[in-house]
């Protein structure tokens, strides 16, 4: 067997140690005797010295060591001024010349420029490859890589989804047990997308089937695939599926995948479209692999209608499972998730907190409970109570209270009567949902003050009886301003906004006027989980345009004439009410049954 020798540090000593003898040695044999100025004088007269060589500030030379022997000394000394010696030598004064060291300026007029030359040499080619390096990288996908070890996000951390997650359960079983789908013949959905508005959980979800499988996560957003420079977009989308298949089974995730999947033939400006390309590699890749590899592709978006049909067919992202708002039991679990992380009073109801928060997605119920424990901090408390709670809810919907913004007397009367006109009408009408808080604390941009009006259950579907006394709601505030003070104000702005989208809707949407008929006339181009876009622009003639505007005008007459009506029998409630809300700025739903 070969026997492996290691190196020490003693044989660096050794021979270090060696070196220095060596050189100490050759000192010896060719040393120079260093002698003081006087000395060299004094030998010079003896006839001692052989031979000098003078130089500017030094003389060097050789001298008899003895006259018998005839034997030579190297000598060295450092010369003195003239005048000066030849006065010493007159006294027994040994001197000697000395000469001004002048290494260290020597060493940093040579060490400096060339440590400012490597300095700047090094920031260059740092530079340099730091650029090489970024542009050779344009190809390589940006993904963040989320190994096994890394994902602790699990089904438990996520709530108010059930049906999502229990479609994506085989998801889970196939990348932990594949066998039991290819025995049967069965394939698992190359592509899974995740459709739901903003804020529901699409992204914690697809992080959630990761985690419960355990395999590598690919996480990348749809726009880092787009680049200025063309191919890019493709390079990435290549590089991405390639790195994917080595690390199978994983998760490719791509979130919004909106901009990225558009759907082709809509480029404004023309010509070559980056976007189009990367959205065709992206097609070709996923034709491309086999599902039994184990490489299955998530994607979220928040709108599928503008998504390509090609991406959409079967055999790429051919499952789509909704994420839609949570239910009020969905709500009560998703609190329930987000208390835990939080400490809370004892006296904390989860199912009244869910309720009070209709429409709310999962990132607004984390903010919610966020915001209940800044304000528990705020107030010196141990635990988050109810009261933080609902001082969060409306922190939430209606803004922040401004308690400083001035407010005089005639505009703080007006705002109260318009509030309690609100509260009266919706308490007066049946269906109404229930008034739980009034106040007249200014909040927000623009709100001078505001009625809480919070359901008993979630809805989802509304007869034409509540829509109309909805609109008598909120007119309600405009009629109690006509009633009392005999003019009308600008506070009612929102209200009028709102109440005529509800009369627009019932006309051209849901077909709800006698006159027209039973016929959808809206054109509507909005987004389908984004509450943006136009709502006009229906295809119908201008004579039932005409007639829409006359049918929309008589409702919204019809309500505010039911409105003031009400206020006008219960005039002596209003004025009560308004007294009262002056007086304490907010009323609570207890105080306004009192009241009635």
Same mark, same amino acid.
């Given at each position: 067997?070969e026997k492996?020798?290691?190196f020490?540090l003693?044989?660096?000593?050794i021979?270090i ?12 044999l060719f ?5 003081p100025y006087s000395?060299f004088?004094?030998q010079l007269?003896n006839?001692?010295i052989?031979?000098?060589? =003078?130089s500017?500030n030094q003389? %060097?030379?050789r ?6 022997? +005839? ?8 010369r003195?001024? %003239?005048e000066?010696?030849?006065?010493l030598?007159q ?5 000697k ?9 020597d ?5 400096l420029?060339?440590?400012l030359?490597i300095?700047?040499?090094?920031f260059?080619?740092k530079r ?11 190809g390589?996908n940006?993904?963040?890589i989320?190994m ?14 059930d049906?999502?997650?229990?479609e994506l ?5 196939f990348l ?5 789908f290819?025995?049967l ?8 997308l995740?459709?739901g508005p903003?804020?529901?959980g ?5 992080k959630?089937?990761? +985690? ?7 996480s990348?957003s749809?726009s880092?695939?787009v680049?200025?420079f063309v +191919?890019m977009?493709?390079?990435?989308v290549r590089?991405?599926f390639?790195?994917?298949k080595?690390?199978?089974?994983c998760?490719?995730f791509?979130?919004e995948l909106d901009?990225?999947g558009k759907a082709?033939?809509?480029n404004?400006?023309g +010509?070559?479209d980056?976007?189009e %390309?990367t959205l065709?590699q992206?097609?070709?890749?996923m034709?491309g692999f086999d ?6 592709l #998530? ?5 599928p209608e503008?998504l ?5 067919r079967?055999?790429?992202f051919d499952r ?11 709500r ?11 400490r809370?009073d004892?006296?904390?109801d989860?199912g =009244?907190l869910a309720?009070?928060t209709p429409?709310?997605?999962?990132a607004d119920?984390?903010?919610l =409970?966020?915001?209940a424990? #800044? #304000?528990?901090?705020?107030h010196?408390?141990?635990? =988050?109570?109810m ?19 001035l407010?005089n ?9 318009h509030?309690?006109?609100?509260a009266?009408?919706a ?9 739980q808080k009034i106040?007249i ?16 259950e ?8 509540e ?5 008598a !709601? ?11 003070f ?5 506070g009612?702005h929102?209200?009028l906004?709102r109440?005529?989208?509800i ?9 709800? !006027? ?7 006339l809206?054109h509507d %181009?909005?987004?389908r989980? #984004?509450d943006v876009?136009?709502?006009d622009g229906?295809d119908y003639?201008?004579e039932?345009a ?10 919204i ?10 206020l006008?029998?219960k005039r002596d ?7 009262l809300?002056?007086?304490k700025e907010k009323i ?6 009192a009241?009635l």
């Amino acid at each position: 067997m070969e026997k492996k020798h290691r190196f020490s540090l003693w044989y660096v000593l050794i021979g270090i140690w060696l070196v220095l003898i060596v050189q100490s040695y050759i000192a010896a044999l060719f040393s120079v005797q260093v002698i003081p100025y006087s000395q060299f004088l004094t030998q010079l007269k003896n006839g001692r010295i052989t031979e000098i060589a =003078v130089s500017a500030n030094q003389i %060097q030379g050789r001298m008899k060591v003895d006259e018998k022997s +005839g034997e030579l000394k190297a000598f060295r000394t450092i010369r003195v001024d %003239q005048e000066l010696s030849a006065m010493l030598t007159q006294y027994p004064v040994v001197f000697k010349g000395e000469i001004e060291s002048t290494f260290l300026r020597d060493l940093l007029s040579w060490v400096l420029p060339i440590l400012l030359f490597i300095g700047i040499w090094f920031f260059i080619m740092k530079r340099f490859s730091s650029q090489q390096a970024g542009f050779l990288s344009l190809g390589k996908n940006k993904a963040k890589i989320y190994m096994e070890d890394e994902l602790s996000i699990r089904f438990q951390d996520v709530a108010g989804v059930d049906e999502a997650e229990q479609e994506l359960v085989e998801v889970i079983d196939f990348l932990k047990n594949p066998k039991k789908f290819t025995e049967l013949g069965g394939k698992i959905p190359k592509g899974i997308l995740l459709v739901g508005p903003p804020g529901t959980g699409k992204t914690l979800l697809a992080k959630a089937v990761a +985690g419960e499988s355990g395999v590598p996560f690919f996480s990348m957003s749809g726009s880092e695939f787009v680049e200025m420079f063309v +191919g890019m977009g493709a390079a990435r989308v290549r590089d991405l599926f390639e790195q994917a298949k080595q690390k199978a089974p994983c998760i490719i995730f791509i979130d919004e995948l909106d901009a990225l999947g558009k759907a082709r033939g809509f480029n404004p400006t023309g +010509g070559h479209d980056e976007r189009e %390309q990367t959205l065709n590699q992206l097609l070709v890749e996923m034709d491309g692999f086999d599902p039994k590899v184990g490489v299955i592709l #998530l994607a979220a978006t928040n709108r599928p209608e503008i998504l390509d049909p090609a991406l959409l067919r079967a055999g790429r992202f051919d499952r789509h499972i909704l994420v839609d708002r949570p239910d009020k039991k969905g709500r009560e679990d998703i609190l329930k998730v987000h208390l835990r992380k939080v400490r809370v009073d004892a006296d904390i109801d989860v199912g =009244v907190l869910a309720g009070m928060t209709p429409g709310m997605v999962g990132a607004d119920l984390a903010n919610l =409970v966020n915001e209940a424990a #800044l #304000l528990a901090v705020r107030h010196g408390k141990e635990a =988050v109570e109810m009261k933080e709670f609902e001082e969060a809810v409306e922190r939430i919907i209606a803004g922040l209270e401004k308690k400083n913004r001035l407010i005089n007397e005639e505009e703080r009367k007006i705002v109260a009567y318009h509030e309690m006109g609100h509260a009266l009408v919706a308490l007066s009408l049946p269906g109404a949902d229930p008034v739980q808080k009034i106040s007249i604390i200014p909040r927000g941009i623009a709100a001078l003050g505001y009625t809480m009006q919070v359901p008993t259950e979630d809805r989802f579907l509304m007869r034409k009886t509540e829509l109309l006394n909805k609109i008598a !709601s909120l007119l309600g505030g405009r009629a109690a301003e006509q009633l009392v003070f005999g003019d009308i104000s600008t506070g009612a702005h929102n209200d009028l906004s709102r109440a005529t989208d509800i009369a627009k809707s019932m006309v051209k949407e849901y077909g709800m !006027s006698d006159k027209l008929g039973q016929v959808y006339l809206a054109h509507d %181009q909005r987004q389908r989980f #984004l509450d943006v876009g136009p709502r006009d622009g229906g295809d119908y003639s201008p004579e039932t345009a005409r007639d829409i505007d006359a049918e929309i005008k008589a409702i919204i007459d019809r309500q505010y004439a039911v409105a003031l009506a009400i206020l006008r029998e219960k005039r002596d409630r209003l004025d009560r009410g308004a007294a009262l809300l002056l007086e304490k700025e907010k009323i609570d739903g207890a105080e306004i049954k009192a009241l009635l």
